[in-house]
């Protein structure tokens, strides 16, 4: 017998992107239910071969899917997550609606899905900035110990969903401003936009809280000193991030570059002699986090600067997702 999926925001951006990672990872699916907005309630969706209807949020809660993977904002899996999860339903949250309590545990597989347990009914997956970082960085906390980090990120319009893909390729087409489908307060096209999510009363956003915060809980570490700035890029392959790492030890560049290198999930990408590096084209549909640029910080102690890069809707959530239901699968967990 297969497994009876439900994919919640299933005709979104994320949620289309699930499901073609279920179909490339082969997860032995029998029956699949496609959960959306009420309007969309009735439509098809194609996956594996087969269309498949559009259910409705109760019928799909009725349902008792082993596993239910959420993207469809906060609010929904603050309401329906929980209903999933009283139905004996393993719930894989995309939102940021579960990510900080301290009952849920936050995953990246490679890193920490050994702390998963059979009544860890609601899981959230991390930030899309977060999950590549902490992935990125996984193999030197324990051997060096990290002090700070400091990163910025270049992030992709798709972080946003399909609104603001049409801002962009309305600007890019030339339509005068009042036929921009605007989701953005200023332009996008030829600018940056050095906010992502709402400022907070720090004057950080949202977005920069959520990797200081998620960073620390995956971890395990509060003492572990983070510091953000999110900029919206008008890019569409996935995110980028420049990365300062301080640590309490010393470093060998040469081990530090090849525990990197043995990261599950990461590859490197870093020959400067032939201009290679990660890069947001070449990242797009990928499952890995890249990472190049790596060198010694000079104007700091114990420090290292690196440049990484993945898909945000791939490894940064779909991918993240569907790796913690093969986890699940593998464990004999559902």
Same mark, same amino acid.
């Given at each position: 017998? @297969? =497994?009876?999926?439900?994919?919640?925001?299933?005709?979104?951006?994320?949620?289309?992107?699930?499901?073609?990672?279920?179909?490339?990872?082969?997860?032995?699916?029998?029956?699949?239910?496609?959960?959306?907005?009420?309007?969309?309630?009735?439509?098809?969706?194609?996956?594996?071969?087969?269309?498949?209807?559009?259910?409705?949020?109760?019928?799909?809660?009725?349902?008792?899917?082993?596993?239910?993977?959420?993207?469809? &904002? &906060?609010?929904?899996?603050?309401?329906?997550?929980?209903?999933?999860?009283?139905?004996?339903?393993?719930?894989?949250?995309?939102?940021?609606?579960?990510?900080?309590?301290?009952?849920?545990?936050?995953?990246?597989? #490679?890193?920490?899905?050994?702390?998963?347990?059979?009544?860890?009914?609601?899981?959230?997956?991390?930030?899309?900035? *977060?999950?590549?970082?902490?992935?990125?960085?996984?193999?030197?906390?324990?051997?060096?110990?990290?002090?700070?980090?400091?990163?910025?990120?270049?992030?992709?319009?798709? @972080?946003?969903?399909?609104?603001?893909?049409?801002?962009?390729?309305?600007?890019?087409?030339?339509?005068?401003?009042?036929?921009?489908?605007?989701?953005?307060?200023?332009?996008?096209?030829?600018?940056?936009?050095?906010?992502?999510?709402?400022?907070?009363?720090?004057?950080?956003?949202?977005?920069?809280?959520?990797?200081?915060? #998620?960073?620390?809980?995956?971890?395990?570490?509060?003492?572990?000193?983070?510091?953000?700035?999110?900029?919206?890029?008008?890019?569409?392959?996935?995110?980028?991030?420049?990365?300062?790492?301080?640590?309490?030890?010393?470093?060998?560049?040469?081990?530090?570059?090849?525990?990197?290198?043995?990261?599950?999930?990461?590859?490197?990408?870093?020959?400067?002699?032939?201009?290679?590096?990660?890069?947001?084209?070449?990242?797009?549909?990928?499952?890995?986090?890249?990472?190049?640029?790596?060198?010694?910080?000079?104007?700091?102690?114990?420090?290292?600067?690196?440049?990484?890069?993945?898909?945000?809707?791939?490894?940064?959530?779909? *991918?993240?997702?569907?790796?913690?239901?093969?986890? =699940?699968?593998?464990?004999?967990?559902?």
């Amino acid at each position: 017998m @297969g =497994l009876k999926i439900a994919v919640v925001g299933a005709t979104g951006l994320v949620g289309q992107e699930i499901l073609e990672v279920m179909q490339e990872f082969k997860l032995e699916i029998e029956e699949l239910i496609p959960v959306a907005s009420a309007r969309s309630v009735g439509k098809k969706v194609s996956f594996a071969g087969k269309e498949w209807t559009v259910a409705a949020m109760q019928a799909a809660i009725d349902a008792v899917p082993d596993i239910a993977i959420f993207s469809a &904002g &906060g609010d929904t899996s603050k309401v329906f997550a929980p209903k999933f999860a009283a139905k004996g339903s393993f719930v894989i949250d995309n939102s940021s609606a579960w990510r900080m309590d301290p009952d849920k545990p936050l995953i990246v597989p #490679e890193l920490n899905a050994h702390i998963l347990k059979d009544t860890d009914k609601i899981i959230a997956n991390p930030n899309c900035s *977060t999950i590549q970082m902490v992935l990125a960085l996984s193999a030197l906390h324990k051997p060096y110990g990290i002090k700070r980090i400091v990163v910025s990120t270049y992030q992709s319009v798709t @972080g946003t969903g399909k609104e603001a893909v049409n801002q962009l390729m309305d600007e890019r087409e030339g339509k005068p401003k009042e036929q921009v489908r605007a989701v953005y307060p200023h332009p996008i096209d030829m600018n940056v936009l050095p906010h992502i999510d709402v400022f907070q009363e720090n004057d950080y956003t949202k977005e920069e809280m959520k990797m200081v915060n #998620e960073t620390k809980k995956i971890f395990g570490d509060d003492n572990i000193g983070v510091t953000a700035t999110t900029v919206r890029l008008p890019v569409m392959g996935g995110h980028s991030e420049s990365i300062n790492v301080e640590f309490h030890r010393e470093f060998d560049m040469d081990e530090l570059k090849a525990l990197i290198k043995a990261t599950s999930g990461v590859v490197i990408q870093d020959d400067p002699s032939k201009n290679e590096y990660p890069m947001p084209l070449f990242a797009h549909k990928k499952n890995e986090v890249f990472v190049g640029r790596i060198r010694r910080d000079e104007s700091q102690e114990r420090s290292v600067n690196m440049w990484v890069v993945a898909d945000n809707l791939r490894k940064g959530a779909a *991918t993240n997702a569907v790796q913690i239901a093969q986890y =699940l699968i593998d464990k004999k967990m559902v």
